[in-house]
Every structure is written in structure tokens, then in C-alpha cells.
DNA sequence: CTAGGGTTAG
């Protein structure tokens, strides 16, 4: 075989990825003596690169009997492809200390884009000043990793300067400046990037719209999302469905994710890995997490994503036994977990009170796992001993752990001092949550109700004084009821909805029902000041009940309630829709600001602790 | 012969 023959082969191994037949070329090459034909090692090295197998590349690489920068920089992109931008960055001194050379404008780009995925701005910036005095300082490729650099590290000044010094903008460098913008929520100026754009292709297409869903814009996301495909672009990879089913998974809407689960599978890209994932997560979060269940079983493989997903997905709803099974099954399967699986672990057991599972679970995060606790690791911990009584021991984890607790991780010990009738741990705690100044309305409901507990009416009076700046702050609550074809908003308080005679109709019988059941109205998170009764009204017209009740009139007979609340769901509303799932015997379905309530037979998967 | 941009879980 000729020499360039084998290097059209090796071209080829590498842009399929097929390492096998690679291996064979290079025994080839050996046998035959060509090994010192030309760029054949290059070659070979950068075939076992693009094809994963970082260790092959390593020997090749130090078996060269001559080393110039094209191996260095072939090298550098191995490591950059193997997902080791550290070795990237740790290896390439030797490129001097071995082979007495100087970076050239290809070692550059690698460099950078090693600083770019590990975030390290200040490496980032000493390449980008060796780049300026380089004799490849004009480098158009070298500025649009700079470009993706610096957006990347948060600094779009930074960005925008280099991206406005470079003469010829290609469709690479306005899709690395478009993807900054956007996933920094700069909304206007990426569209305005795109719109401008000669020749948009997918890549910049989905770079603005993950951008956007990643900034939380999702519906502006989808909006473009529509645009393109009006614009007839051929979505040829799975990149900007996976962002689409995560946008429609952060708006809780059900039906609109059920229609983009339609087009996944109308396009074919069911078996993507990161799609499928998506899609669990998605039904999760849509509240059919039976949904996402299927969809978990039926994938033809499946990563640590696809397992966390599903295991915080069960945690949220409640199903905490399925979690810590899907836990078992997962290291039987031998995947090893991070730390986003053992925050859903231990949120499961928070659930169900299991206090020696989680404290297990903790430990073995540390010892077995070598993983490192984080402040929400600590504050599901936290969580976890508040809810099941442990105050003690929450109390001194709490003043032990490495992070300075948070205004929720104070507040969560607060409530638990409530519930479990502690008094004078309760002050101590809402002393120390005083000095904080805490943001959150609802955290001086809980210092208003402790105070008031032990008579300390002084402090009652200068937490109200509070809670009055506070009610200006408030964020007026909504839900949303999801009936198939149409969903409907409900605002706190009385509406004009045109239903609303129905739905007042309904809720006073359901309230006349609840009340010969002995339902007594609570009215202790009622943030202004007025009287008992008025209060009591104001707890009637709570947005979810409005939601709930329309959905009664209006959904197919026997169906599923689902509703989406912005705000967490009141103690007196809990009580109540409990009441009406098991008057009207229907399931009910809220999603709240922090967690999903499934509502049967008179009774919460929450276990009534949210 | 070698370099740059877009996806999933808390």
C-alpha cells in the first residue's frame, strides 16, 4: 500500500470513528516500514485521538522518532476530545522543555479551548496575551476560541472585544459570540446576531436557542425554535431537540411536551442518549413521572444522567422506595453516581423520614464515592433530621458543617422547632435567622408564629413591622391548570374570569362539605394584618383552589388534575385539597415552587412536610 | 498531517 493511500485511510478511520480497522492500518504501517514515511505518525496519533483511545495516542505519540508542533497540537486535541482539558494544559509545557519548540496558532486554539471547558480565566488570559505577541496574532480560528473563552468564563466585554477585532466574522466565531450572549440572557443582542447572519446554519440556530433556555428564556426559546423550522433548517442532530424538550420540562407544560416528544419521534431521534434523558427529565417535571418511568425503560442504553434523572424524579413525587431500588439497580448495573444522584437520595429519604438511610447515604458519598458534600447535600441532610424530629442533631450539624447555613436551611430547622413542639430551640434559631434579615416573606411568618408561641411580644411586633415592607416585595402567586387543549392562569383573589360564578359555586359547596369534616380554616400564613374572617376569605380565593376548581368543571370526567403553582402551596390549601380529592374522588396533581403534591384518597405524597 | 462554535440530571 502507497503512503498517502494509508493516510486517506487513516482520514477515514478517524472521521468514523473506527479505531478497529485503524489498529490494523497502523500494524500495517509497521510491518511495511512506512513508519517514517512523512505525516503517517501524525496521522496515526491523530486517528487514535478522534477516536477516543487516548492511551493508543500516547504510545504513538512517544514512540515518534520525530516530533514537530503538528504532533504537539495533535496531541493537545486529543486530550481536549478525551475530556481532559487539565492534561491539555499540563502536558503542552513539555512542547519547550522536550522539543525546545514554540507554540503555533493550532497548539493556541487547543489551549484555549482547554481554558474555556475548565473555566480558568487567568490561564485563559495568559494565552490569550502569548497569542498577541505570537507571529499568528491575526489568526481569525485562535479569535473565535477567545471569543467562546472569555463567554464562557462570564466576561462578554472581554468576548465582544476580541470577536469585534476579527476581520472576516465567520459562521464559527458569530455562533461562539450569540451562544455568550444568550446563554447570559443578552436576549436582544443574540437574536440581533443571528438576524444578521448571511448563512444561519443549525449550529447557530441551536446555540441561540439552548442559550436562551439555559438563561431561562424558554419561551423565547421555542419561539425560535418554530422560526427554524418554519425557516425549513433540516435538524440533522439531536443538539436542539434536547434543549427543547428541557425548555418545555421547566415550563411544566405536559401537553407542549408531549407534542415535542411527537416531533422527536417524527424526526427519529428517540435513541439519542441525551434526547431520551431529556425526555425523562421532561415527564418528571411535567408530573407524569410514570411517563418518564417508560420512557427510563424502554432506553436502549443509559448513562449516570439518565439514572439521576429518574431517581430525582421519583424523589420529588414522593416515591421514595422507588428511588433508593433504582438507586440498588443502578450500581448493579455499575455505573458509579456523583454528587447530583446523592442529592436526590437523600431528598427521597428526607421524604419518608428515613434517617439512618440518609445519614448512610452521606457517608458513603464521602468514604466510598470520594465525593465531596455540597451546601445542598448538607441542607438535604438538614432537612432530613428537621422533618424527622432529630432537632438536635440537626442543630449541631448545622453549627458543624463547612458552609455558612442559608436563610432556607435556617428556616427549615424553624419549622421543624414548630411541628415538633421545641420552644426554646425554636427562639434560639430565630434569633440567629433574625440577624440574617431574611428575604423570603414566608421565613417572618415562621419568626412571627415562634415569637408568638413563647409571648415574646416585642419581638412579634418587630417582625410584622417587617412584614409590612415585606407584602410590597411579595411575589403574586398564580397557578395554572393544564387541560389538554387549553390551560388556564388563575391570579390570587377574587377574578373577573367569566366562570367565575361556577367556580365560587363550587369551591363554597366543597368548602360547606370540608367543613362538616371537620376542616377548620388555617389562617397562621396570612401575611397581612385583618381580621379572622377576612382572612379566612382571603384563603378562599388562593390561586390553586381556583385552578383545582376549574379543572373540575371544565377536564374530561376522571381525569387527572394537573396544576402548576409559581409559590409553594399554603398549610390551609394542603389541608383542603386533600379534602376535595377524596369529596370529588379525583387525583389531583400540584406542582409548587419547590415540590410535587399528589393528592388521593384524602391524602399527600408529600406526607404533609413541604 | 494538526486548531475554533451548539445538547441531558440538582
Redesign the pocket.
Known sequence: MHCSHL?HQL?FC?RRQTPSHGKKLHAHILKSGLYQC??L???LL?MYG?CGLIKDALQVFDEMPHR????W??LL?AH?QAKLPHRTLSVFPNMFTLDGLQP???????L??AC?SLGATKLGKQVHARFIISPFCD????K??LV?MYA?CGLLDSASLVFESIYQK???????MI?GYA?SGLKSEAVELLRGMSEK????W??LI??L??SGHWVDGFHLFIEMRRKGVDIV???????I??AS?NLAALELGKQVHCLVLALGYES????S??LV?MYA?CSDVLAAKRIFDTMCQR????W??II?GMAQHGRAEEALSLYDKMILAGLKP????F??LI?ACSHVGLVSKGRYLFKSMVEDYGLSP?L?HYTCLLDLYSRSGHLEEAENLLKAMPFKPDEAAWAALLSACKRHGNTQMGIRVANHLLRLEPEDPSTYILLSNAYAGAAMWENVSRVRKRITVMEFKKEPGYSCVDLGKESMVFCAGESFDPMKDEIFGLLKELDAEMKKRGYVPDISSVLHDMEQHEKERQLFWHSERLAVAYGLLKAVPGTVIRVVKNLRVCGDCHTVLKHICSIVKREIIVRDATRFHHFKDGRCSCCDFW
Not at 514537530?68 to 504532533?71: L, R
Not at 439519542?272 to 434526547?275: E, H, I, Q
Open positions: 493516510l482520514q478517524a512523512g505525516p505518525p501524525n496521522t491523530d478522534k514537530d508542533p503538528v504532533s497540537a495533535t486535541t481536549n503555533d496558532h493550532f497548539v493556541l486554539a487547543s484555549v479551548k474555556a489568526d481569525d480560528v485562535v473565535s476560541s467562546d464562557k465567520s459562521s464559527v466565531s458569530l455562533t461562539a451562544s446563554r446554519n443549525l449550529f447557530s441551536t446555540a439552548s442559550g433556555v439555559q442532530d439531536p443538539f436542539s431537540l434536547s434543549s424538550v428541557g420540562a439519542s442518549l441525551f434526547v434523558n431529556a427529565d417535571k448513562d449516570i444522567v439518565s439521576t434523572s430525582v456523583n454528587e447530583v444522584t442529592v436526590g431528598y455540597s445542598q
